[in-house]
């Protein structure tokens, strides 16, 4: 079945670094989404990319539809202390609704 | 607007009792979803429903699972008999049709469930 391999699998850092992070799959997706997880919630969608090389910002955050549609990177700028937490992609195939996730990537900001 | 609202918030049980998970979807949302997440296996699609009808049960462990949505606005995700391996952070989420175009979904708060 699909997979995603989301990398890396944790990240310490320290405040006002730059962040990335990437996912890959060995299929083809339509629409490649960025996730926050916070402790005890559940996944906030921050990105959403349609169109294979699309480049989106968020505020801090950007992320890129991979132009083969197999990856997609998102990259946190001047990371602070509350962009602590778990990071999933997900990517959605042809036909369906199907989402799959990332296998997620911590995030530790130290101030 | 409310999001995605999931209950039991907590739930701790023992071995052999039956489980039922609740979830309503966002309001004129007509895609559903339920996912379990552990930390060895991450976020695993379970089930998803499109207008009430179960469209892709593929994730669905095993025969003691099983998913409702008898309405537009109310799902259930029911365990019998569950087993300690069950435990685990459970989410539904819910999107529009154009969700399965944009993809975006919205999750629920989960229901974290122990089995003893």
């Known amino acids: 079945g699909q997979q995603l391999n989301q990398s890396p699998q944790s990240m310490f850092i320290q405040e006002g670094e730059d962040v990335s992070m990437n996912c890959t799959s060995s299929?083809?997706?339509?629409?490649w989404l960025w996730y926050k997880q916070d402790p005890g919630e559940g996944p906030v969608l921050l990105i959403a990319?349609?169109?294979?090389?699309e480049l989106t910002s968020n505020g801090r955050l950007t992320a890129q539809f991979g132009i083969t549609r197999k990856d997609s990177f998102l990259n946190i700028s001047a990371s602070i202390p509350s962009d602590v937490g778990i990071y999933f992609c997900?990517?959605?195939?042809?036909?369906?609704?199907?989402?799959?996730f990332g296998a997620g990537t911590r995030l530790f900001v130290k101030a | 607007d409310a999001g995605v609202i999931q209950s039991p918030r907590h739930e701790v049980t023992e071995m052999g009792q039956e489980v039922t998970l609740r979830c309503k979807p966002i309001?004129?949302?007509?895609?559903l979803f339920w996912y379990r997440q552990t930390m060895m296996r991450g976020l695993e699609l379970l089930i998803y429903f499109n207008n009430n009808v179960p469209i892709d049960d593929s994730g669905m462990p095993e025969d003691r699972f099983s998913a409702k949505m008898p309405n537009a606005s109310f799902s259930t995700l029911k365990i019998q008999p569950s087993e300690p391996r069950d435990s685990a952070v459970y989410f539904c989420?819910?999107?529009?049709?154009?969700?399965?175009?944009?993809?975006?979904?919205?999750f629920g708060e989960g229901s974290r469930l122990t089995v003893l």
């Open positions: 309001s004129g949302h007509n895609s």
């Open positions: 299929s083809i997706f339509n629409t």
């Open positions: 990319l349609y169109k294979a090389g």
């Open positions: 997900a990517g959605r195939g042809t036909g369906g609704f199907k989402t799959i």
């Open positions: 989420a819910s999107s529009t049709s154009g969700g399965a175009i944009t993809g975006e979904l919205f």
